[in-house]
Every structure is written in structure tokens, then in C-alpha cells.
């Protein structure tokens, strides 16, 4: 069984920026995919970034440029580097782990408030 655990969120001015981690523990076979994922209030869970097992970044369109997702391997953790923060980065972040067998397995989330 795999846990994922955030940490990092809080409250922020506009402008501002914020780095989140993802701890994880327990095992799983093979690792596809890690990836942050934010719901805001009244609307879908939508992707944020992704990276892969080879290193291969992804970014939403609303995160190119600002934001930055990387692994440590060595702790077992993950970061979403967010930079340039917006009101409408204001959300709830999620990560995700995808592994090769297609099992899926998310953290409990972080919030994630942008506001002077």
C-alpha cells in the first residue's frame, strides 16, 4: 500500500510563491508517474504537472512558467515549486502516483490560498 502525504500549503500574497511536497511510503512495483493535481472550490480536479519516472516534465498550460514539479528520489518525495502565485491558483493541491500496473493512489491534500 502507498501513502502519499503533502505538506507546504498555506496562505500567500499575489505574487508570492510557495513550494509543496509530497512524501511518499509504503511500496508499489513500479512507478509510472507522480503528479499535482488542484481542486478549487466549486469546480473539477484538474492536472497541474507530471512528472515521469524517466524524468519527463508535463505542465497545464496555467503552470507553464511559473510552476516547477521535481523528485528526490533518495527521500521518497516530491515538489511543486509555484512562483508568480495568483487569487486563481487558490485550491486545494492533490498529489498523484500512477504506477505502471495502473493503480492510482492520491494524498489527502494541501490548501493552497492566494489573497493580500
Known amino acids: 500500500q502507498v501513502q502519499l502525504v503533502e505538506s507546504g500549503g498555506g496562505l500567500v500574497q499575489p505574487g508570492g510563491s510557495l513550494r509543496l511536497s509530497c512524501a511518499g511510503s509504503g511500496s508499489v512495483s513500479s512507478i509510472n508517474a507522480m503528479g499535482w493535481y488542484r481542486q478549487a472550490p466549486g469546480k473539477e480536479r484538474e492536472h497541474v504537472a507530471t512528472?515521469?519516472?524517466?524524468?519527463?516534465?508535463y505542465y497545464a498550460d496555467s503552470a507553464k512558467g511559473r510552476f516547477t514539479i521535481s523528485r528526490d528520489n533518495t527521500k521518497n518525495t516530491m515538489y511543486l515549486e509555484m512562483t508568480s502565485l495568483e487569487p486563481e491558483d487558490t485550491a486545494v493541491y492533490y498529489c498523484n502516483l500512477r504506477s505502471a500496473r495502473g493503480e492510482e493512489y492520491w494524498g489527502q491534500g494541501t490548501q493552497v490560498t492566494v489573497s493580500s
Open positions: 512528472i515521469s519516472w524517466s524524468g519527463n516534465t
